[in-house]
């Protein structure tokens, strides 16, 4: 099917939105297991240390140093397991969240009727795109 | 001394953005655009141009360290981003 070389602005936010919407979209899908490793990383640290400190009230200093001991091989096995996971999340997470904050900005910028500036917005969007595949080649080329 | 390629002069814009981080946007534009200051090429950044439209813009000069699998999940949606965009495939 032929694309049509005229389109309406109207049309031409709406495509903008459209596709930004999936890329957050696809963001959140490309993060999401990740994202949960690095919660219950966290959470864990974060129950151990209530844990010790409900032992030391109820029990004393003994209960709070065992739960405090455990709690570290517990915890220090299971960030040893999701460690670079958790790397690679909070890697990537930093560079989508600028990389897609740029393409919200330039298409935001985009106003009624200035079809350069959608081309831009457009290109930006298609360049992020090429840009990941030159990961995936030896030469870009 | 500002970047002019092929009557294109690149410029670029600082945007803070209601709800993320403020970023500097860079675009082409053959005429003087209303807010936006003309620039050369920024470190890290290659000018390329879109086969179909002709139109410069700038591209990674390096690959990004994003990780295999946030790549590939991208990678699999972007048919259905072109298809928002209406590009030829």
């Known amino acids: ?141 | 001394m500002p970047l002019v390629y092929q009557g294109w002069t690149l410029y670029a814009r600082v945007v803070k953005l209601e709800k993320g981080p403020t970023v500097t946007i860079y675009f082409f534009a053959k005429r003087k655009p209303k807010t936006g200051d003309p620039i050369d090429l920024p470190p890290g950044l290659k000018v390329a141009v879109n086969k179909r439209t002709g139109l410069p813009f700038l591209r990674r000069e390096s690959p990004s360290d994003v990780s295999a699998d946030t790549r590939s999940t991208f990678l699999a949606g972007e048919g259905q981003v072109k298809r928002d965009l209406d590009e030829e495939e």
């Open chain 1, 1 to 141: 099917m032929r694309r049509s070389e005229t389109t309406s602005t109207a049309s031409q936010k709406g495509r903008l939105d459209r596709a930004v919407r999936d890329l957050n979209r696809t963001m959140k899908r490309a993060l999401k297991d990740r994202r949960r490793l690095f919660f219950i990383g966290v959470f864990n640290i974060a129950l151990t240390g209530l844990a010790a400190v409900v032992g030391y009230v109820v029990a004393g200093s003994q209960v709070f140093l065992t739960a405090l001991g455990l709690g570290a091989i517990k915890d220090g096995s299971l960030w040893a397991g999701i460690s670079k996971q958790v790397q690679s999340y909070l890697k990537d997470k930093a560079f989508l969240a600028v990389e897609l904050a740029r393409i919200r900005a330039v298409c935001t910028f985009f106003e009624e009727g200035d079809t350069e500036m959608y081309e831009q917005a457009r290109l930006t969007i298609l360049a992020f795109y090429e840009d990941l595949k030159m990961g995936h080649e030896p030469a870009d080329e």
